[in-house]
């Protein structure tokens, strides 16, 4: 009898040796110190992110795909939303925030983590959808990024929201992403 791995064991075994996890970074690293003055924000950089996915079986379908970030620096701030891009035939399409959701201060210190969600539609996989194969995200205030490759499907889009992306394209991703959660305690 053959077997096969869940999908997000298989993701997240790639996706650690992949990805970044948060390194905090103070004026003398390179990074910015916060604005308030109590900590530094958090930073990508090294290793330990993971990824779990709930893939939308079919075209109309809802999925999801979390992502996890360990912080391995010191204490480090953390606040509000992740750019999150979907890379599609070269041409860049950010996603939108999650309607209603709030945002509070994270302080991580090491070895803590928080997530986010990227909640999706799945379009056709005939040309009608967006043909996703990288999702690139930031964390607030940063201009580094880091790539997760997509193996979810197409992605459908939102017809004539008018909320265009860098592309210029009417129609953006049927995607949203929410603000950052804190793990355990």
């Avoid at 779990?52 to 701030?77: F, I, K, Y």
């Avoid at 999150?84 to 090491?110: N, P, W, Y």
């Amino acid at each position: 009898m053959r077997t096969t791995r869940p999908t997000a064991l298989a993701v997240s075994a790639v996706a650690a040796l992949l990805l970044p996890v948060l390194t905090s970074c103070s004026d003398a690293e390179g990074g910015n110190a916060d604005d308030r003055g109590d900590g530094a924000a958090c930073r990508i950089g090294g290793s330990g992110t993971e990824v779990a996915a709930s893939p939308a079986p079919a075209a109309g379908d809802t999925g999801t795909v979390t992502v996890t970030l360990t912080n391995r620096g010191s204490e480090c701030l953390l606040e509000g939303f992740p750019t999150v891009t979907l890379l599609v035939d070269g041409a860049s399409k950010e996603i939108g925030r999650e309607e209603g959701a709030s945002t509070r201060q994270l302080t991580l210190a090491k070895d803590a983590a928080a997530s986010f969600t990227l909640t999706y539609v799945r379009g056709e996989d005939d040309g009608a959808g967006l043909d996703v194969r990288t999702a690139r995200f930031a964390l607030p205030g940063a201009s580094a990024t880091q790539d997760i490759p997509w193996s979810y499907g197409a992605v459908a889009t939102k017809e004539g929201d008018g909320s265009g992306d860098e592309s210029g394209d009417e129609g953006g991703p049927d995607a949203t992403v929410s603000a950052f959660q804190q793990m355990g305690d």
